[in-house]
């Protein structure tokens, strides 16, 4: 099918949006370009939380004013019309009297949420929304799950061998974990990291493999660790208590002692564990916090508990050429939409689960 003029410009919007990935959030990814006589006159994307916004910086970057009053501008998300950390860019618009402007998706933010199209056309500007709707949500999903079921975003991560084990059947408690990933995909793990504003694992992966859950590989923040310990056992000398990054330790509600209570960044907070694991309120918390993505490279039982609850929207699985022949057994991989890439000669299979409306669709409901 032939790419009609405005789904042109906005492929660009999004291509320009996602020069944000790393320093946009809480906020969302946004492009936005100024089209005059059928040539780009300005462009611009929301590059950290903060700072302008991408209509701000695509109408900063015109060289002459004057064209404006005959520009479409496109945008991927829709204009802001409240004061926040920026002035309203819905006012910016009107004030420079752009006449028409096309729009990717609406902003479930409750500050928002059509506010921006109204005033808009209430100015007598041309508004068309729903270009390219679906890339442009998907594109700020973590954002607009974060919006439309108050939690996370979630993302299950696990390394297998190519006959299903997660880990070797160790012979000694002190044992390391076998490592199934080569430095390339170790690094694009920690480019997954830096993608998240959280991280977690269960008990048993911080007894077990002692990590650090920092991203060390790629540039980009570490996100905050995430560690589920209900009996408050995990001792404080692991790594996730080093206090080189904070640590949300989410224990049970009896649990006492902590060993790492009142530990320099740790922070406890206890929740109910026997009601479906604890997840839902876990997400609660992290939502509060305003956590809006939350990757999760625990073990089997934790894996198991997010997809047994359905607290999940994505799966990423490394596969490794290796077979272990026995050991700890991974996850069964759910079913839903997949694509699979080879990195470094192993597979990364990517699942979005199916049997759920569409996010797009689940925020105009």
């Known amino acids: 099918m032939e790419m009609t003029t405005d789904e042109k410009y906005m492929r660009r919007c999004l ?62 998300l829709e204009p802001c019309a409240h004061y926040g950390k920026t002035p309203p860019c819905a006012d910016l618009i009107v004030a420079k009297g752009i006449p ?78 076998y490592v199934f990933s080569t430095p390339f995909t170790q690094m694009l793990v920690h480019r997954l990291r830096a993608r998240h504003q959280a991280i977690m694992v269960g008990t048993g992966t911080a007894l077990a493999d002692n ?5 060390r590989l790629w540039a980009g923040p570490s996100p905050l660790r995430v560690v589920a310990d209900p009996h408050g056992r995990l001792p404080r000398t692991l790594r996730l208590f080093d206090g080189s990054r904070p640590t949300l330790a989410f224990i049970g509600r009896e649990a006492d002692p902590v060993p790492y209570e009142g530990l320099p960044g740790v922070t406890v907070v206890r929740v109910d564990f026997s009601c479906g694991g604890g997840l839902e309120e876990i997400l609660a918390r992290l939502h509060a916090l ?12 934790l894996l198991e508990s997010f997809m047994a609850g359905g607290w999940f929207d994505e799966v990423i699985v490394e596969q490794s050429p290796v077979c272990l022949r026995g050991g700890v057994r991974a996850p069964g991989k759910p079913g839903g939409r997949q694509t699979v890439e ?17 996010l797009w669709e689940r925020l105009r409901s």
């Open 290 to 301: 305003s956590v809006q993505s939350l990757l999760v490279e625990g073990g089997r039982r």
């Open 100 to 177: 028409r402007v096309v729009v990717g998706c609406g902003d479930p933010f409750a500050r928002v949420a059509g506010r921006g199209i109204r005033k808009l056309r209430e100015a007598g500007i041309e508004v068309t929304v729903g270009v390219l709707e679906a890339e442009c949500v998907a594109l700020n999903r973590r954002f607009m799950t974060f919006q439309a079921d108050r939690r996370p975003y979630v993302t299950l991560k696990w390394a297998e061998s190519a006959d299903g084990f997660m880990d070797s059947a160790r012979k000694a408690p002190e044992e390391p974990p």
């Open 15 to 76: 291509q320009l949006a996602r020069n944000g990935c790393y320093g946009a959030a809480p906020n969302p990814m946004v492009g936005a370009v100024l089209v005059c006589d059928g040539k780009v006159v300005g462009e611009g994307y929301h590059a950290r939380c903060g700072e302008a916004h991408a209509e701000v910086n695509a109408i900063r970057s015109v060289g002459d004013e004057s064209l404006l009053r005959r520009c479409t501008l496109y945008v991927s």
């Open 211 to 215: 990590p650090a859950l920092t991203n």
């Open 342 to 358: 080879s990195a470094d000669g192993h597979t990364v299979c990517h699942i979005f689960p199916g049997g759920r409306m569409p």
